[in-house]
């Protein structure tokens, strides 16, 4: 079975520090999509990020990078210069092109970015 | 902008109701989806659908069903309401790739069956 587990439920950081959320998943293939989902409260679920696991460089999108560790089976998201706007919701999702025929989610990280 | 909008954001119905969530996207995506959240358990998929009138089982179709008579409404139906299907309800819709690409989620509807 594919699974993707995302270990922090929560976690609390002071605004403009550095943070980090961890993403590992469990897969025999070697060809997947891979993405960060933010849903802040009461607000839409947005696309941050996504990674081709053949592609060897990591993802960035401004403040947002990715650590994707293909061996390790690891695909965490940081987040630079913390903003009171990433204050949301954060998943990590994978598309297995060979097995289940859809997106897995994780569990979701709960971020909050303090004053 | 991709606008996928949702029917209601908050719904209480009674054991036993059909109930009818209502999905709508304005972008002219091909795929369209439902999923279930709950708090330790992710998103979850109900049904998806590829195409108008095609639709395909997720994860956890028992209890639901779904509509797709027009490319941009997707519904998904509750036929007999329970307990257990309280809980917030996201729809999604991608352009082409079913999975590959970027999914676009509306805001949510939050349903308690009491």
């Known amino acids: 079975a594919q699974t993707v587990t995302q270990s922090q439920p929560e976690m609390s950081v002071q605004e403009a520090e550095t943070v980090t959320l961890s993403c590992t998943y469990d897969?025999?293939?070697?060809?997947?999509?891979l993405f960060w989902y933010k849903q802040p409260p009461s607000r839409q679920m947005i696309l941050v990020i996504r990674?081709?696991?053949?592609?060897?460089q990591n993802a960035t999108e401004n403040r947002f990078s990715v650590n994707f560790q293909k061996a390790a089976k690891s695909f965490s998201l940081k987040i630079s210069d913390s903003q009171l706007g990433d204050t949301a919701m954060y998943f990590c999702?994978?598309?297995?092109?060979?097995?289940?025929?859809?997106?897995?989610f994780g569990q979701g990280t709960r971020l909050t970015i303090n004053p | 902008d991709v606008k996928v909008t949702q029917s209601s954001r908050y719904l209480v119905k009674r054991t036993g109701e059909k109930v009818f969530l209502e999905c709508v996207q304005d972008?002219?995506?091909?795929?369209m989806f439902w999923y279930r959240q709950d708090p330790g358990l992710g998103l979850r998929l109900i049904y998806f659908?590829?195409?108008?009138?095609?639709?395909e089982k997720g994860d956890i179709p028992e209890g639901y069903s779904v509509s797709r008579e027009k490319k941009e409404r997707f519904s998904l139906i509750l036929e007999s309401a329970s307990t257990n299907q309280t809980s917030m309800y996201l729809c999604?819709?991608?352009?082409?790739?079913?999975?590959?690409?970027?999914?676009?989620f509306g805001p949510g509807t939050r349903l308690t069956v009491l």
């Open positions: 990674q081709e696991a053949y592609k060897q």
């Open positions: 999604a819709s991608s352009l082409t790739g079913l999975y590959t690409d970027t999914q676009y």
């Open positions: 972008m002219d995506h091909e795929n």
């Open positions: 999702a994978f598309y297995f092109i060979q097995g289940a025929q859809k997106l897995v």
């Open positions: 659908s590829y195409d108008v009138k095609m639709k």
């Open positions: 897969t025999s293939e070697s060809n997947y999509y």
